[in-house]
Every structure is written in structure tokens, then in C-alpha cells.
């Protein structure tokens, strides 16, 4: 007979375990993570305070394992918001303590990319962590710490408070990590060029590993809204929420009060016509209501069906005007086209789907092939492109049915904000497919394929109308000679009337016309 | 200014605020979800302690919530093990507590499915779980009990202990869940079904909430060996992991025998050996290490070559012989052939390929498609297919190179066993390209291509003969009727050599040739 032990893992514990769940599946893809991760974590800590952002990553080769495997040493630097010093060791430091677990748009969605980077760093080199920050007032920080994967906590190694002469704000990391540099190079390069695509307000700055500095320009100055934490909507919460939420308030409420209060979008008028509707007394206050209670609640919270849509204004979209600015600077291309779609929702959380369509210039790819670039809370998303709803909503569509140029590639540009990503891996890589938000993606897709199949259209107009006019002014100056010279006249100056006719059609002078297949 | 709130979240809250992350993402996928992780911890319980697994799963609609959505109730009774009951509550009802946390192939990865399925059950019906269980011996216990989300602990509402008269063996669950079965059923039946496929020494039972009964007999009469617990290898360990093995080992052990008891294929030779290499002194006692010392060993773990493979012998493969009759059984094919690939190992893990190759019968798809059927310890896997390994290496194969009947599907099963499966996500749905697992899955295949491509050159040249033969044979005929009559002679009978003929190209009477395109 076989023993059975069973026994508790901590969180640190479980996901070290299971790194790979996180994207630290290998030397190349952990490198990627990790850079990503604490990228991600700075930019969120620009954005959200209105700070422009200017971030500097640095990566240095300090020891050799491989060929091609290294250690590396990670430098991450901010002018973010800075981490509060006495949750400093707890953020960075234990798996399942954040300040992403409310409800608010973040490119954070499980409190866990810094830790997990910080686990990983540690695990592989066997070096601690350096962290150094300010929230701008009189002190600046520094710990140097490891974590006790056991315990999920973490060990102060060494510790020093500075003053803060500049008025500093922003954070630094310091980590060593196992890492593959050539193989993730091309990954980590990309990353940096769609991040830059979408935030021409933020300053990147990237030193790779031989020194090469990759420097992305702010060309935009002015911020999009930064997101807002928002209550949960009735069509958003279980039991097991609905259970909370009365448990965590004062007994004393009435049902109006507690529904008014603590939910998006139910005023005192809905709560009242809502609870009219549930058959439930609405000055029945939370300490007497009863678990059979509580269900009868949470049936009709799920079933009334006159509860406003939850609000997208608290959600944080890139916007037409930076969205467009800047593919225009990192891929200047020849046609582009942005749509943002009227908000909408999935189980209680608005999303907002933002596309945009570019082609020709330095788009990559090949000719006539659809180049597919995914976004979620202004993350771009480089792996899993297989399993994400943007690729099957587009294999779905009958794409030859549009009119597109088979000479250059176009590439369709998906962006979705929300309170809550479903994403389908703590990777952050691929996402669900939620009918709501596939339908969504679909219209933008097709809206943005019509409007440029029309563009496309117009082309092939003009260079058919360019060929017409060719004949035409041919014709028309040997004419105007004939005639001339029949009547014994001058021969008129026809360029006037040419010019009309090509300001008709849209010609400009000494344009070359693109091919089309 | 915005405020920032940092706190902690328990690891139930974070897996149920994230249950799309485990496979919960709605109430079809859910459904399926946890009636496959109840049904894997059943197969697991028997499996592990060589009994022939007897499983019922029944699911029956209790409540209405729309059109296709309801509560259900999910029932799930084994003949395994049975829980000790000193861990009942806490295997099921907290997450993180487990005995999946070893080195040992099971189909349960995470130690959390059955927590999950309980969670989501709870947070969608609001109702208590009910486990009933018994090791066998003089009593049965039963717990109705939900999960505190915040404390991570399990609750208990009632708790009953009875006398195991029949010495009655086995785990019941019962449990109501939000489930929409219509979206669900296809992905439920194949699902019993792909796995019955690879385990005909099982008992299956479903019965659908439409009273429709589904029934996989047993075929096979012989269980195959259990896995077995293994130490980490050498090369599978890193720097944690390692001083957590010094941690807890007793401080006077020799680095002799300290490598010797500890790691998997080490022996005192070869631990010996190795400190030479590593230059270290060999009877330096743990207590002595040093943190550079440690970090020393480790590098020198990593980069010693010496150290033997990881033993596949650990490993409980699904074996040719129950691939086979499992295959014919559920799906009946006209051809089937099966490879065992040699064992082999990544990270540290020994892992070994089985793969099989059935055309025709009762195989789904498509005239001429492959169809691809993967699974993992066991389990069949049936969404994501467009991340996972196999999927990448078929895309990889010339195809066409390999001849192949076009008139009918035919089916590529590829099996991974291993004591660490690289699962992408907690769903258990798709594997990441691990080089070593992707080189092994290509030879396999490869194999099979080709060793079906010879069958299929085999079939098309016997058709080519038939054509000939009979050609042949009308002219023989003629040819001997006339030189009979030209010699004046009886007509020979020319059966005996067509049948000589026939024999020789492999053609037996009346069989009709399959078409080829």
C-alpha cells in the first residue's frame, strides 16, 4: 500500500513550484517575464498618479552558465508614485499581498509578476534583491532582502533610510536572474517597440546586455485619464461576494443603504424599484436578514434585468489620438485607422474595445499577410497568440471578402480595457473567450476591414482613373494641335483643363501609384 | 492623488477571484471543469493503490436560472482509497493543502481541483459540499461542510461518523454547482469517453441529467504498475531547493551521504566522484556549509555530467498493449499501430512519450484530416489545442511527405507521462514547448508517419495488382481457349495459377480495396 502524505504548500511556495504558470518556464521566456513584469509594475506607477512616464531598464551579462545561458543582473528604474515604505517588504516580498486586489483597471492583474520575478531571481542566482524608493518625501528607502519561500515572507538582509536631498520619486530594482538573452532578445526588443506604440507620452529607455541603447521618445505630452477603483455592479457579484459585502458592513444598515452604497451604479431610486422587485422589504436592515434571506437577494440581483450597464468611465482606454500617434511613430505607416467601440460588459465589468488598422511603411510581416497586435490594459501580448479571442475571432471572419492590397502587410492592432482581463494564464498572455468581448472585437475588426477595403477601392479608382487620364492627355494634346492647326490658329495651353481633371480624381502631380494584387 | 490599499488576499480568494485561471471561466467550461478534476482525484485514488477504478459520475438539473443555465447536482463516487480522515477536511476544503506536493506522476498537478470545483460550487449555489468517505476500515465518515474564502479553512456544518459494516471502500462527493450542461455535454461525453480510450481497465459510469446512461465497460483485466515517489535529480534541483534539503536534513550528515540519501541516482561512488569534481571535501558535514559553500555545490550540481538519467522507472506509463485495446475498443480502426518512445528527461524529470497512430473505424473527423488526440498522465486534454506542444511539432512535419489514405480521418494520440508535466495553465489544458518533450513527440510521430505511409504504399500497390490481375486474367482465359482450340485440346483450368498469383500479391477473395486519393 502506497502512503498517501499530504501537507500544506505556501503561496511563495506553489508558485515557485510552478513557475512556468507565470511565464518563467525557461531561461529566454523568465528573462522576458521578469523585465516585463517590473515594466509593467513602473508604468502602472506613472500612470495612475498622472506621472509621465521615464523608465530605464538596464540588463548586464555577469556570469556565464551556458553558451547562451547567463546570469544577469536587472536594473529597473522609475519616476513612479514610489512604494509607501512600510509596505515596501510586503509588496515585493510575499505572493498574494498587493494593492492590485480592488476593482481598477491595472496592467497588474494578480498582485504576483514583481514577487514572481524576485522568486525566480533568487532561486536561479541565489542573490538577494535590492530595492530603493520614495513617494518624494523626506526619506528614500533601501532594502536588500531575500524571500523564505516557506513562510511567504520576506528576510531583511541589509536596510538604510536616506535623506532626501532632490525630492527623488520613483523606484529602483536591483535583481540577478538565470537568463537566455539571445533567445529572448527578439521578444524583450518587440515588447519594448508595442509598449512604445501605445504610450508615446512615456520615455524607454532599454541598455541590452552588449551595451545597445533602444530609446523610445515621448512624442505626445499629454496623459490619458488615469483609471478609477469602482464598486462591484450587481450583475458582477456571487454569493460568496454578496455574503462578504454584508458581512463587512454595519449591522444597522437598512437593505437601501447597503445597496445604494456599496454597489456601481444602483442610486437610491434603483435600489428601491429593485427591491420592490425581489419582494424584500427595503427598511429590512443586514443584521436580521437571514442566509434564506441572502439567497432570495442574490437571485434577484442576478435576474433584474433593469440595472444600469456598469460605467466605463472609470476605465483608462489608450484613446484615438495617442493609439493613432503612436503606431504613426513606431511603424509609419502609409494608412491608418482607429475605432474605439461604445463600452460594454461581461459579468459586471465594463470593457472598452480599442482597434486600429495600419498599412504599409515599416509594418512587419509578409506582403498581404494580416499582422495581428494584441493589447490589454495597455499590455501588449507577444505569446499564445493561438489561444487568445482576437485570433479566433479573426479566423472567423471571411477576410478575403474585404478589398485589402496584396502588396505590404497590414497589421489590425486589438486593445482592450477593463476592470478585469480575463486572461487566461497568470502569464498574462492570452484572453478568454468571453462572448461579449468577442462580439465587440468582431465589429471593430469589420468596421476598421470596410473602411479600408473602401480606401483600397479609392485607390484602384485613382490608378485606373491616372491610366484614363494618360490616354486622355495624350489625346487631348495631339487634338488641340490638330485643331489648331486646322484653324490656322495658336495652340491653347490644355494644362489647366489636365489639372482640373486629375484634382477631380485625386491625382496628385509626381505620385507614384502603389500596386495592388 | 490617488491612494494605493495593499493587502493580502488568501490563496482561496485569489484562486476564486481568478477561477478562470483553473478552468472555471463559465458555466460550460465550469461544468466540465470540476466534473473532470472529481473524476481524475477518483481514477488517482485507485490507480495509485492498484485498484481497478469503479467510478459514477451522475449530474441531474435541480434549478433553473435561464434557458441553459441551472444548479446542478454533481454526484462522484469511487472505489478508491478513501481519504484518512484526519485530512478530509483540509485535502478538500483549503487550498495549497495537498498530497500532490512530491515527486510522484499523478494526474492531479496542483493539489487544487477538487478545492476549486468545491469554491466554485459554493460560490454559484450557495450550498455546502458532501464528502463521505472511508479508508476501508471501521468507520465511514461524512462531512457537510463549506469553505471559509477569506480564512482559507473549511467550515462544517455537520459531521457524522458511521460503522463501515461492509468494510466499504471509496469517496462519495455531492455537490451543486451553476452549470450550463447543453453547451457542456459534447466536451463532457468525449471527454469520458478519450479517457476510457486509454484506460479500458477501468468502469465508467455516467449518467447525464437528461437520465441517459453512457457506460464504459471494462476490457482490460490487468491494472498498470502505480507510479512511485522519487528524490529530485541533481539536475533538477535548484539553489532553494537545495539549501531546503540542507535545512532539513540533520546537521552531522556527511556531503557523502548527505548526496547519497537525498538525490535521486546518486550513489556513494558517484557522490564521491562528484566532490572530487566539484572540489570539495567529502566528509565536510552539513552544520559546516557555508553560504558560499552551498553555492558551490550547487554550480557544481548543475554542471557535472556525469550524474546518471532520471529513472523512468518511477513512471507509469499507459503500456502498448492497454493503448491499443483501449483505442480499438472506443474507436474501432481499420489500422493501429502504437510506439513507446525510450525514456527521457528535461529539468531533471524523467518523462516518456507513447504514441499511436488508428485510421478509419470509428475515428471522427473528416475524409484525409489528422486528428489530434492528447494527453497528459492520463487525462485527455481537449481545449487550448492551438498552444500545446504536440500541436506545434505536428505543425512543424511535412505532412505530405508521408503517404496517406485520403479517404477517411485518421488519428495521432500522443501520451506524456512524467513526474512534472509542464502544464501552460492551472486548467490543465495545454503543455509548453520544452525542447526535450517536443524532440521526443517529433520521433514519435515521425515513426508512425512513416511506418503508415509503408502500409498505405502496401494497400495502394495491391490494388495496383488487382487491376493487373485482372487484366491478366481475362486475357489468360481467352489465351487458353484459344490454344486449346488451336491444339485441339480440352480447355485447361488456369484457377490454380490465378490463385498462386493472387496469393503472391497479398489479395484475398472478395475483399473490396479501400479508395485512395
Chains 1, 2 share one sequence.
Request: hydrophobic share 35%; glycine share 6%; net charge positive.
Amino acid at each position: 500500500m502506497v502512503s498517501e502524505v499530504f501537507r500544506e504548500a505556501s503561496p511563495s511556495e506553489f508558485f515557485y513550484r510552478n513557475r512556468q504558470l507565470a511565464g518563467f518556464s525557461n531561461p529566454a521566456r523568465a528573462l522576458y517575464t521578469a523585465i516585463r513584469e517590473l515594466f509593467e509594475n513602473s508604468l502602472d506607477a506613472c500612470e495612475l498618479h498622472r506621472i509621465k512616464p521615464q523608465i530605464m531598464v538596464s540588463l548586464r551579462r555577469v556570469e556565464d552558465i551556458s553558451k547562451t545561458v547567463g546570469i544577469y543582473k536587472l536594473y529597473v528604474q522609475d519616476n513612479g508614485s514610489g512604494i509607501p515604505k512600510e509596505y515596501v517588504l510586503d509588496a515585493l516580498g510575499r505572493v498574494f499581498f498587493s494593492s492590485k486586489y480592488i476593482l481598477r483597471q491595472s496592467r497588474g492583474t494578480f498582485g504576483l509578476g514583481g514577487t514572481m520575478a524576485i522568486l525566480y531571481a533568487q532561486a536561479t542566482s541565489g542573490r538577494p534583491v535590492k530595492v530603493t524608493t520614495s513617494t518624494g518625501g523626506k526619506t528614500v528607502v533601501s532594502y536588500t532582502f531575500k524571500i523564505d519561500i516557506k513562510k511567504n515572507r520576506p528576510k531583511i538582509l541589509r536596510h538604510k533610510n536616506y535623506r532626501n536631498k532632490d525630492k527623488w520619486r520613483g523606484t529602483i530594482l536591483e535583481l540577478y536572474l538565470e537568463g537566455d538573452y539571445s533567445r529572448a532578445a527578439r521578444y524583450i526588443i518587440n515588447y519594448f517597440k508595442e509598449t512604445a506604440a501605445i504610450t508615446p507620452y512615456a520615455e524607454i529607455t532599454f541598455i541590452d546586455p552588449e551595451g545597445n541603447l533602444y530609446f523610445f521618445r515621448r512624442t505626445y505630452n499629454k496623459m490619458p485619464n488615469p483609471p478609477r477603483e469602482t464598486l462591484p455592479h450587481p450583475h458582477g457579484v456571487d454569493i460568496e461576494t454578496l455574503k462578504h459585502l454584508i458581512n463587512t458592513s454595519p449591522e444597522e444598515l437598512t437593505l437601501i443603504e447597503f445597496l445604494s452604497n456599496k454597489f456601481h451604479r444602483v442610486g437610491i431610486t434603483t435600489a428601491k424599484r429593485f427591491l420592490k422587485y425581489a419582494k424584500i422589504r427595503d427598511n429590512l436592515r443586514l443584521g436580521e436578514l437571514t442566509d434564506p434571506d441572502i439567497e432570495k437577494l442574490y437571485k434577484a440581483l442576478q435576474n433584474y434585468d433593469k440595472f444600469i450597464s456598469p460605467s466605463a468611465e472609470v476605465l483608462s482606454p489608450i484613446g484615438e489620438d495617442i493609439f493613432r500617434k503612436g503606431i504613426e511613430k513606431e511603424f509609419n505607416p502609409e494608412y491608418i485607422d482607429v475605432v474605439t467601440r461604445p463600452p460594454s460588459s461581461y459579468q459586471g465589468h465594463p470593457f472598452i474595445i480599442e482597434a486600429a488598422l495600419a498599412y504599409g511603411g515599416e509594418i512587419p510581416g509578409s506582403a498581404g499577410e494580416i499582422v495581428l497586435f494584441r493589447y490589454a490594459n495597455k499590455i501588449p501580448l507577444l505569446y499564445d497568440e493561438g489561444s487568445d479571442v482576437s485570433t479566433k475571432v479573426l479566423n472567423n471572419i471571411n477576410i478575403s471578402s474585404y478589398k485589402r492590397p496584396g502588396d505590404k502587410p497590414t497589421a489590425l492592432f486589438i486593445h482592450i480595457a477593463s476592470t478585469k482581463i480575463p486572461f487566461k494564464t497568470v502569464g498574462k498572455e492570452a484572453i478568454a473567450d468571453v462572448p461579449e468581448i468577442e462580439r465587440e472585437i468582431e465589429l471593430a475588426i469589420r468596421y476598421l476591414l470596410r473602411r479600408f477595403s473602401k480606401y483600397t477601392k479609392r485607390i484602384i479608382r485613382r490608378i485606373h482613373a491616372e491610366k484614363r487620364l494618360k490616354i486622355f492627355e495624350k489625346h487631348l494634346r495631339l487634338m488641340s494641335k490638330f485643331s489648331a492647326e486646322l484653324a490656322g490658329k495658336e495652340e491653347p495651353d490644355i494644362t489647366p483643363l489636365l489639372n482640373k481633371l486629375k484634382q477631380r480624381y485625386g491625382i496628385k502631380e509626381n505620385q507614384a501609384p502603389p500596386s495592388y494584387s
